[in-house]
C-alpha cells in the first residue's frame, strides 16, 4: 500500500523531535533499523530489531553519544510504500558539548502506516573528524582542529 507524503513528513516530525512516545507511533513491532557510520565513535549506529530494541536507541543509546538539536529534511522523496530524505543533522557531543553537524540519508519502507525498515547513511567521515575533534590525515597523523 503506497505511503502518503503527510505520514512521511509526520514520521520525520516525530524523528526529529527524540520523544519516543512520539516515534513509537510510527514504528512496527518488527522493525528493522540501521544506521551506517563509525559505530566505535557513534554507537547509535549499527543495526537493531524490534520496536523496543529501537525506542531503546532514542531514550538512552543515542543522547549518550549526542545531544539532537535539529534534523532538517532538506529532499524528501516518495513513492508507493518507500521514502527517501536527506537531512542535515545537528547536535551537542554528550561528552565534550562540541557543536557537530553532518548530512546523512534515510531510507524508510511503510506496511500500514509504520516504518518497517529504516535505513540511514550518515557523512560517517565528516561526523567522526567532528567527533575527534581534529582532521584525520589518511596518511596516519592528526592534524589541525576540525571546525
Do not use: N
Not at 505520514?7 to 512516545?21: M, T, Y
Not at 532538517?72 to 537531512?87: F, G, H, Y
Not at 529504516?118 to 576540525?146: C, K, N, V, W, Y
Amino acid at each position: 500500500m503506497p505511503v502518503c507524503r503527510a505520514l512521511v513528513e509526520a514520521f520525520c516530525k516525530a524523528f526529529s523531535s527524540r520523544d519516543p512516545a512520539e516515534i513509537a507511533r510510527f514504528i512496527d513491532d518488527d522493525a528493522k533499523w540501521v544506521t551506517v557510520g563509525p559505530v566505535d565513535l557513534l554507537q547509535f549506529c549499527g543495526e537493531r530489531r524490534g520496536k523496543s530494541a529501537i525506542l531503546d536507541l532514542f531514550q538512552r543509546g543515542g543522547p549518550a553519544v549526542l545531544e539532537i538539536t535539529a534534523l532538517v529534511p532538506e529532499i524528501m522523496l516518495v513513492d508507493s510504500d518507500r521514502a527517501a530524505t536527506l537531512s542535515r543533522l545537528t547536535g551537542r557531543q554528550s561528552a565534550t558539548g562540541r557543536v557537530i553537524s553532518y548530512r546523512c540519508a534515510q531510507f524508510l519502507e511503510f506496511r500500514a502506516d509504520k516504518v518497517i525498515d529504516f535505513r540511514s547513511l550518515i557523512d560517517s567521515f565528516d561526523a567522526a573528524e567532528q567527533m575527534l575533534g581534529h582532521h584525520i590525515d589518511l596518511q596516519g597523523r592528526a592534524t589541525a582542529p576540525a571546525v
